[in-house]
């Protein structure tokens, strides 16, 4: 009786560490990715609806988006723009079975990049 109480005081803890790890597990693989959505506003019905043009959810100036200033020259928003296309082209995460959520939202980031980069070209005569 002695050695079931001790084997139970062992098992419990982690039995429960492991409740909580498949808990966490399933909400992230369904819900979880559309709680961080809603908490970073990107998604969601009328999202950026009437805006001619958007950048995000919180990124309204295409300098913003790219993480230069207006005062920044040609090359160094040029050399910001090739680093960022590096960092989140999708071809790059497609192939590397990674979440489909993940690269949804680097195909996303991608994209605001991209039109922030065409924005400032137009803005600056850039070819």
């Not at 019905?45 to 993480?67: F, I, N, Q, V």
Request: with cysteine; hydrophobic share 35%.
């Amino acid at each position: 009786m002695l050695i079931l109480l001790r084997l139970l005081r062992f098992a419990l803890p982690l039995l429960l560490g492991l409740l909580i790890v498949r808990f966490l597990r399933s909400f992230l693989a369904s819900g979880g990715a559309s709680w961080y959505r809603q908490q970073t506003g990107g998604g969601g019905s009328g999202s950026g609806a009437g805006r001619a043009r958007s950048y995000g959810p919180s990124r309204k100036d295409p300098y913003e988006a790219l993480g230069c200033s207006r005062r920044d020259s040609n090359e160094e928003i040029k050399r910001r723009y090739r680093h960022l296309v590096a960092k989140y082209h999708p071809d790059k995460f497609i192939g590397q079975e990674l979440d489909p959520e993940f690269v949804e939202l680097a195909t996303r980031r991608f994209q605001e990049i991209q039109q922030a980069w065409d924005e400032i070209r137009r803005q600056r005569n850039i070819s």
